[in-house]
């Protein structure tokens, strides 16, 4: 079991930068890869990123990749997301989630989702 809590969301302006963190408690983080995901009003959950369990390697999403950038420390249980050049249709609740092993990119394959942060983008 993993117990996520994001933090970090807030009201910013278009082309500003913001970073989102997850903080894990619970056993073996680092056996987790660990993903984000999104949703905006009115839309289903969208896959933004996700980071391999020893952050070697990581995946985007298309509408953001170029802009956001995802890091984990191990050793404080923690994975961030680092969103620059922010727009309006970034405007989401952001979640963090974790699976065993394998990256993914399909919310279905994450075992344990926080209750999310919500990220505004003005115009």
């Known amino acids: 079991q993993v117990q996520l809590v994001e933090s970090g969301g807030g009201l910013v302006q278009a082309g500003d930068s913001l970073t989102l963190s997850c903080s894990a408690s619970?056993?073996?983080?680092?056996?987790?890869?660990m993903g984000w995901f999104r949703q905006a009003p009115g839309k289903g959950r969208a896959f933004v990123g996700a980071i391999t369990r020893n952050g070697d390697d990581t995946l985007y999403g298309a509408s953001v990749k170029g802009r956001f950038t995802i890091s984990r420390d191990n050793a404080k249980n923690t994975v961030n997301l680092h969103m620059n050049s922010l727009r309006p249709e970034d405007t989401a609740v952001y979640y963090c989630a974790a699976k065993l092993w394998l990256l993914g990119t399909v919310d279905n394959e994450y075992n344990f989702w926080g209750r999310g942060t919500q990220v505004t983008v003005s115009s």
């Open positions: 619970g056993r073996a983080f680092s056996t987790y890869s």
